[in-house]
């Protein structure tokens, strides 16, 4: 049997029955991660050491019968973005490269706390600034399903390592897309929960509005084994909501019928690839064959979400990278003769060109004289897009749309072209901006090989239902294929 | 929205990054393409629309002030690319 290829779900059983260890599972992955991380790449960390000591301690709690939880002794990994005591944490920058953070973020510290085994730190584009992971400033990481295309981005190591068989369950980031469009183009589901679900705290920031931590796992009950614990108030991030957290797990009985699906018809219009277009309408139609109703709507100011985030997501994160100033920590270059000249310098060589060109755009955005025409103009469309989304879902419980329009594309194709690259999040952006719950659930694969997600979005902190209405397709659809690696 | 040369360096010296020659042209063009896509956003009046900056209704959250333990300073200083004793050393700020 090969362990890591089992859910957290399953592996948690075989810990719980005492047929298998979590030292057996931690190997089982390293042995899958030194057999194809060479063609994917995945990790630009790994941990060993640190997670068979950490394997070892849940076995010994599994003997004695007081093990910590549905995580205990499950190998999972991280994005580079999530600060780890003692581990290099690079969010995939030149800038970070020597990184060692003095603490951890509060989602590791609780992944700890429930016996997680961290393997190591995820490949990403550059600060979370990308869609195909062609940005980082390392490596390109490479879809499983095909090592010729993108996993998508910016959490693609995190997708990549799950369908892979490198991790049994992953977090990302969301900002525009960075979970969901990724899992979507490798197969594996990925959650983006509320804004304010999921402490920030010890994430490095990009855009702090929009930012929101998630779970990346290869089933339904498996994310929502990873939301349980991670999800839920932290006083060192004011933006973390006091909102209970329901006991997502328990709560999966795939019991939807009478609930309203909306299929907003700005998502399946132009721009929309026939073939996938034609599996997201068979999702819907399975969600149908268990009760569900759909029903037609519309969100017009849909069209200006990509345009509204293209202001504020680089806005925001020119003010937060203004941090890399080669002070406190990150590159430095060694010969600067002033302040400023060593600021300009380090920053330049250490940052990559997309993060540099967001940093100029958000720079400009904010900068006098053009401070109302545009973040103005875009604070106040995001209200729009905000009101669209609340007055959808006073008519439906669910929304159901594409993940993404295509299914992964080939390397290097969009990368001289950062408008095109910016597209590949049109149907994910939407949800970052209006602050709302959404998961993209595998949903059939094209005739050339490649995944395809379904992605279903749920009213502020409706996770719960969100995540039943996903476990009910997924029951409907069946067990999705391992990729082919 | 046109870019000239002249904003393009304007805004490289606002956000701290020195770019080539090479990269300022790339970057003029590059930039303009996204600001021109920008540009929808025109179609919609929005006179009437209050801005969100934040979809949560965030106030200020207080805590008592208490005094709590905080990074040690030889942690803060752990990563500083040069230090010098207790702080960290940058190159002459001020000229002259």
């Known amino acids: 049997m090969d362990l890591y290829r089992l859910t957290i779900h399953d592996l948690h059983e075989e810990l719980r029955e005492g047929r298998v260890t979590s030292n057996q599972i931690t190997e089982s992955v390293f042995d899958r991660i030194a057999e194809v991380d060479g063609r994917v790449r995945a990790y630009l960390t790994l941990t060993k050491e640190a997670a068979l000591e950490a394997a070892a301690r849940s076995d010994e709690r599994y003997r004695r019968g007081d093990f910590l939880g549905p995580l205990d002794g499950i190998p999972i990994a991280l994005k580079d973005i999530f600060l780890t005591e003692g581990i290099r944490t690079t969010c995939a920058s030149k800038v970070l490269e020597n990184f060692i953070p003095p603490y951890d973020g509060t989602p590791v510290v609780r992944l700890k706390e429930a016996g997680a085994v961290i393997t190591g730190k995820l490949n990403m584009d550059e600060f979370a600034m990308g869609s195909s992971n062609e940005n980082s400033g390392f490596f390109p990481t490479h879809n499983p399903w095909n090592t010729q295309y993108v996993p998508g981005g910016s959490s693609g190591g995190s997708a990549a390592s799950v369908a892979a068989g490198e991790a049994i369950g992953a977090l990302g980031t969301d900002t525009g897309g960075s979970i969901r469009q990724p899992a979507s183009h490798c197969g594996v589901v990925g959650m983006k929960p509320t804004y304010g679900r999921v402490s920030r705290y010890g994430i490095i920031a990009f855009a702090s509005s929009l930012d929101q931590v998630g779970p990346l796992a290869r089933t339904v009950t498996d994310c929502s084994i990873l939301l349980r614990t991670i999800a839920g108030h932290d006083p060192a991030d004011s933006t973390s909501a006091e909102v209970p957290v329901p006991d997502y797990p328990s709560l999966l009985d795939g019991k939807v019928e009478g609930m309203k699906v909306g299929l907003p018809e700005e998502y399946f219009s132009e721009g929309l690839d026939p073939e996938v277009e034609r599996l997201v309408r068979e999702a819907a139609h399975a969600l149908e064959r268990r009760g569900m109703k759909m029903v037609p709507v519309s969100l017009p100011s849909s069209r200006y979400a990509v345009a509204t985030y293209y202001i504020i997501a680089p806005a925001e994160a020119s003010s937060n990278l203004a941090r890399y100033d080669g002070v406190r920590y990150g590159v430095r270059v060694p010969d600067a003769e002033s302040l400023m000249e060593m600021y300009k310098r380090s920053r330049s060589r250490g940052f990559g060109a997309e993060v540099q060109r967001r940093i100029m755009l958000g720079t400009f955005a904010l900068s006098a004289g053009y401070y109302d025409a545009y973040y103005g103009k875009a604070q106040k469309i995001r209200t729009l897009i905000r009101r669209e989304m609340d007055e959808a879902f006073s008519k439906v419980d669910v929304l159901l749309a594409p993940t993404a329009p295509t299914a992964a594309f080939p390397i290097g194709e969009k990368m001289d072209d950062p408008l095109q690259m910016y597209m590949s999040d049109v149907y994910t952006i939407p949800v970052n901006i209006a602050g709302v719950a959404a998961i993209s659930v595998p949903c059939g694969i094209t005739p050339d090989g490649l995944p395809v997600g379904v992605q279903l979005i749920s009213p502020p902190f409706g996770e719960e239902v969100l995540l039943n209405v996903a476990f009910a397709y997924e029951q409907e659809r069946g067990t999705f294929p391992n990729c082919p690696l | ?96």
């Open chain 2, 1 to 96: 929205m046109k870019i000239t040369p002249e904003l393009v360096e304007h805004i490289a010296h606002l956000a701290r990054l020195e770019l080539s020659g090479e990269e300022k042209v790339r970057m003029e063009a590059q930039l303009a393409d996204i600001l021109d896509y920008i540009g929808l956003l025109d179609e919609l009046d929005t006179s009437d629309v209050p801005p969100t900056s934040h979809v949560m209704d965030v106030y200020n959250v207080f805590r008592e002030d208490e005094v709590r333990p905080s990074l040690p300073v030889d942690k803060g200083l752990a990563n500083a690319p040069e230090k010098a004793g207790t702080a960290f050393r940058v190159p002459r700020i001020i000229e002259g």
